[in-house]
């Protein structure tokens, strides 16, 4: 009998899941996941809030393996869970385009007092107040995607000297102690309407691997 399988979409900020519904149905298809969108309130809530939220979303989840996807901010809420949390179902992990290491576009933004106010304060602790680095050491497989077509809202903010999908840079998205790390020549929004990172985050789902 195959195993059931899911897979938990995060979201990042200002979006609710809805711009996963390609990349869902794409998993969904190829690789019979059922697919589950976690929805948080990205800036009014705060980290221990997401957190919380999605422990609870994902004890009711029917299935012997759970994945995880997350984008741009959903990828920190991800890395604070598996911190807090010691789900017993096993699965992997990848984040999309996400700022693990550090955001110079949160950081940019933050110096305008207003607009510190306007992205909240799970990202001004996440990215801007908290610089202590992280790492993945929760023994799960993760993998890491970024892009480098630079269209987004970050480069309105922050001068990047490096590749970027617009918002996040490449060096900013690396985590010590990940499985694998890809570039793709793909935007930070884009990345979710793309069937070559679908196809990759498959791979890596299901083989542990990305494809050649």
Same mark, same amino acid.
């Given at each position: 009998?195959?195993?059931?399988?899911?897979?938990?979409?995060?979201?990042?900020?200002?979006?609710?899941?809805?711009?996963?519904?390609?990349?869902?149905?794409?998993?969904?298809?190829?690789?019979?996941?059922?697919?589950?969108?976690?929805?948080?309130?990205?800036?009014?809530?705060?980290?221990?809030?997401?957190?919380?939220?999605?422990?609870?979303?994902?004890?009711?989840?029917?299935?012997?393996?759970?994945?995880?996807?997350?984008?741009?901010?959903?990828?920190?809420?991800?890395?604070?869970?598996?911190?807090?949390?010691? %789900?017993?179902?096993?699965?992997?992990? $990848? =984040?999309?385009? *996400?700022?693990?290491?550090?955001?110079? /576009? #949160? !950081?940019?933004?933050?110096?305008?007092?207003?607009?510190?106010?306007?992205?909240?304060?799970?990202?001004?602790?996440?990215?801007?107040?908290?610089?202590?680095?992280?790492?993945?050491?929760?023994?799960?497989?993760?993998?890491?995607?970024?892009?480098?077509?630079?269209?987004?809202?970050?480069?309105?903010?922050?001068?990047?000297?490096?590749?970027?999908?617009?918002?996040?840079?490449?060096?900013?998205?690396?985590? %010590?102690?990940?499985?694998?790390?890809? $570039? =793709?020549?793909? *935007?930070?929004?884009?990345?979710?309407? /793309? #069937? !070559?990172?679908?196809?990759?985050?498959?791979?890596?789902?299901?083989?542990?691997?990305?494809?050649?």
């Amino acid at each position: 009998m195959k195993m059931k399988t899911a897979a938990v979409f995060v979201h990042g900020l200002f979006l609710n899941g809805a711009e996963f519904t390609l990349l869902r149905r794409r998993l969904a298809a190829q690789h019979g996941f059922q697919t589950h969108r976690f929805s948080y309130p990205t800036v009014r809530g705060s980290m221990a809030g997401a957190v919380a939220q999605l422990t609870r979303f994902v004890e009711r989840i029917d299935a012997e393996r759970i994945h995880f996807i997350g984008h741009s901010l959903g990828g920190l809420v991800l890395c604070r869970y598996f911190q807090n949390a010691n %789900p017993a179902r096993d699965g992997r992990v $990848v =984040l999309l385009g *996400s700022p693990v290491a550090g955001s110079s /576009s #949160a !950081r940019a933004v933050a110096r305008h007092a207003w607009l510190r106010g306007v992205i909240g304060p799970l990202v001004n602790a996440e990215l801007v107040d908290d610089c202590d680095p992280r790492t993945w050491d929760c023994g799960r497989d993760l993998a890491l995607i970024a892009g480098t077509r630079p269209m987004g809202l970050g480069r309105l903010f922050a001068r990047m000297q490096e590749d970027s999908d617009g918002t996040v840079a490449v060096s900013e998205t690396r985590l %010590p102690g990940h499985t694998a790390h890809l $570039v =793709l020549p793909v *935007s930070h929004m884009g990345m979710l309407t /793309s #069937a !070559r990172v679908a196809r990759h985050v498959g791979s890596f789902l299901t083989r542990g691997r990305f494809e050649p």
